[in-house]
């Protein structure tokens, strides 16, 4: 996983109805849900698997998904949305929350009910409960002002971070503070604490461009990025008569389509050498800690790592002790010991397998390997948290038999191994296919000049 902004997603299709689907938070999905037929599918596969199959009208979003737009001085996507309701004193009410997520902040929610807004983050310390209906946070009180009530997801749209699924259920209180907001959602595995505050509607219409002209959908491109402009409609030919004859639908000189080929692998050299140059490996920083699973998370600081040039990549590997149906969450921070400023990444290690109708299988590896791009000069220390969890939910659909049954507990041992160096070999390739897409096409425009 390269933690860049400017990473592209992967690409698939809808395993229900055909239909072309982008990861934009790759390497963080677990599942998304189709935005043409609804199906939610499990993208932790190489080969996408539907989960659930809801061949149902695609929603008119608010926000599109794939919508950028920048809040709290933050850039974000909206990459996934949820429909949910809650009935309550003889009512139901329903509400829409979209997932945001920015590769260096992580996730955040826009949540809208009747018509208002509310901007949402995962709690990173626990209140305290006062009693069953008071909690203390951040230095106030908050209270509750309903009864619990029963949240059913309805509908979903996009990618998640987690196992989601239509008419999963949770019981939901909303503690208040003034205006701000301190939701807790439980289930029997697990309790989860939102903060929300209120940001006005037009804030967020200005950022996404709601309102108005909607707009388009990311390509791909880097966060931080306007937009990208499209390609020239077409203008004149070139001055020269080569370039005159080509233009008008001849082929090009055989000079020329040579000559380009030389130049597209000179260039290609050049960038390969200049990549194994810089892309060299510094002296390593190395530590190791054991996990236990569904146990509590445990930290370790690994360093020093010295970044000696102006910027670089800082590769970091991860090698756990071989194990089954389980995976591992790594959260990593790269802090720098002069400004403590810290750069953030994130990786997973996991390893699956079962049988289904066509026998056995497996997935997954038990190490994992993670680059943190554009990284300045600078001594940084390696902030490593992790937690191993079990996987315990019920089979898919294509699945007869349930392989996920395992008892928690059991000791993971995980080393690390962390230095400044390490090559983007994917951008490589890109800059391969760019270097020869010209010198091919004009190869094959003459062949083409040629048989006719």
Same mark, same amino acid.
């Given at each position: 996983?390269?933690?860049?902004?400017?990473?592209?997603?992967?690409?698939?299709?809808?395993?229900?109805?055909?239909?072309?689907?982008?990861?934009?938070?790759?390497?963080?999905?677990?599942?998304?849900?189709?935005?043409?037929?609804?199906?939610?599918?499990?993208?932790?596969?190489?080969?996408?698997?539907?989960?659930?199959?809801?061949?149902?009208?695609?929603?008119?979003?608010?926000?599109?998904?794939?919508?950028?737009?920048?809040?709290?001085?933050?850039?974000?996507?909206?990459?996934?949305?949820?429909?949910?309701?809650?009935?309550?004193?003889?009512?139901?009410?329903?509400?829409?929350?979209?997932?945001?997520?920015?590769?260096?902040?992580?996730?955040?929610?826009?949540?809208?009910?009747?018509?208002?807004?509310?901007?949402?983050?995962?709690?990173?310390?626990?209140?305290?409960?006062?009693?069953?209906?008071?909690?203390?946070?951040?230095?106030?009180?908050?209270?509750?002002?309903?009864?619990?009530?029963?949240?059913?997801?309805?509908?979903?749209?996009?990618?998640?971070?987690?196992?989601?699924?239509?008419?999963?259920?949770?019981?939901?209180?909303?503690?208040?503070?003034?205006?701000?907001?301190?939701?807790?959602?439980?289930?029997?595995?697990?309790?989860?604490?939102?903060?929300?505050?209120?940001?006005?509607?037009?804030?967020?219409?200005?950022?996404?461009?709601?309102?108005?002209?909607?707009?388009?959908?990311?390509?791909?491109?880097?966060?931080?990025?306007?937009?990208?402009?499209?390609?020239?409609?077409?203008?004149?030919?070139?001055?020269?008569?080569?370039?005159?004859?080509?233009?008008?639908?001849?082929?090009?000189?055989?000079?020329?389509?040579?000559?380009?080929?030389?130049?597209?692998?000179?260039?290609?050299?050049?960038?390969?050498?200049?990549?194994?140059?810089?892309?060299?490996?510094?002296?390593?920083?190395?530590?190791?800690?054991?996990?236990?699973?569904?146990?509590?998370?445990?930290?370790?600081?690994?360093?020093?790592?010295?970044?000696?040039?102006?910027?670089?990549?800082?590769?970091?590997?991860?090698?756990?002790?071989?194990?089954?149906?389980?995976?591992?969450?790594?959260?990593?921070?790269?802090?720098?010991?002069?400004?403590?400023?810290?750069?953030?990444?994130?990786?997973?290690?996991?390893?699956?397998?079962?049988?289904?109708?066509?026998?056995?299988?497996?997935?997954?590896?038990?190490?994992?390997?993670?680059?943190? !791009?554009?990284? /300045?000069? =600078? %001594?940084?220390? &390696?902030?490593?948290? +992790? *937690? #191993?969890?079990?996987?315990?939910?019920?089979?898919?659909?294509?699945?007869?038999?349930?392989?996920? !049954?395992?008892? /928690?507990? =059991? %000791?993971?041992? &995980?080393?690390?191994? +962390? *230095? #400044?160096?390490?090559?983007?070999?994917?951008?490589?390739?890109?800059?391969?296919?760019?270097?020869? !897409?010209?010198?091919?096409?004009?190869?094959?425009?003459?062949?083409?000049? +040629? *048989?006719?």
């Amino acid at each position: 996983m390269i933690a860049n902004p400017s990473t592209s997603g992967r690409k698939f299709d809808c395993p229900g109805c055909g239909g072309s689907l982008e990861i934009r938070a790759a390497g963080y999905t677990t599942t998304v849900a189709c935005r043409y037929c609804g199906s939610v599918i499990d993208v932790t596969s190489p080969d996408a698997t539907l989960i659930t199959q809801y061949h149902q009208a695609v929603a008119d979003l608010a926000i599109p998904l794939g919508t950028r737009g920048t809040l709290a001085g933050i850039e974000w996507e909206a990459i996934g949305w949820q429909s949910r309701s809650a009935g309550q004193r003889q009512e139901t009410e329903s509400w829409d929350e979209f997932l945001l997520f920015n590769p260096y902040a992580g996730y955040r929610w826009l949540v809208r009910y009747d018509g208002d807004w509310t901007f949402g983050r995962a709690l990173e310390s626990l209140p305290e409960m006062r009693s069953d209906d008071v909690v203390r946070w951040q230095g106030a009180t908050w209270e509750v002002e309903d009864d619990p009530a029963q949240m059913v997801t309805t509908r979903v749209v996009g990618e998640f971070y987690w196992r989601v699924k239509v008419d999963e259920t949770v019981t939901g209180r909303t503690f208040w503070s003034g205006s701000r907001q301190l939701s807790c959602e439980q289930n029997r595995d697990e309790v989860n604490w939102t903060t929300l505050d209120p940001i006005d509607k037009d804030e967020v219409a200005r950022a996404f461009g709601l309102g108005g002209d909607r707009p388009g959908e990311s390509g791909g491109g880097g966060f931080g990025r306007k937009g990208l402009g499209s390609g020239p409609g077409g203008g004149g030919p070139s001055p020269g008569a080569s370039s005159e004859r080509f233009a008008a639908g001849g082929s090009a000189p055989r000079p020329f389509v040579r000559w380009t080929f030389v130049a597209a692998m000179f260039a290609a050299a050049i960038v390969f050498i200049t990549m194994a140059v810089l892309g060299g490996h510094g002296k390593p920083a190395m530590g190791a800690l054991s996990l236990v699973t569904e146990g509590p998370e445990r930290t370790i600081t690994i360093g020093p790592i010295e970044a000696g040039r102006t910027w670089q990549t800082v590769t970091i590997r991860a090698d756990a002790q071989p194990f089954d149906n389980k995976w591992i969450d790594l959260d990593y921070a790269l802090v720098d010991r002069a400004t403590h400023q810290a750069i953030e990444a994130g990786d997973t290690v996991e390893h699956y397998s079962g049988t289904d109708s066509d026998g056995a299988w497996t997935e997954g590896s038990y190490s994992t390997s993670a680059l943190i !791009a554009r990284v /300045p000069r =600078g %001594t940084y220390d &390696l902030v490593v948290t +992790a *937690s #191993a969890k079990a996987w315990t939910s019920e089979p898919t659909i294509t699945t007869p038999i349930n392989p996920w !049954a395992l008892t /928690p507990g =059991g %000791t993971i041992e &995980l080393s690390f191994n +962390a *230095s #400044a160096g390490g090559a983007l070999w994917g951008n490589f390739m890109v800059a391969l296919l760019l270097l020869f !897409a010209p010198p091919i096409f004009f190869a094959w425009r003459k062949m083409k000049g +040629a *048989s006719e």
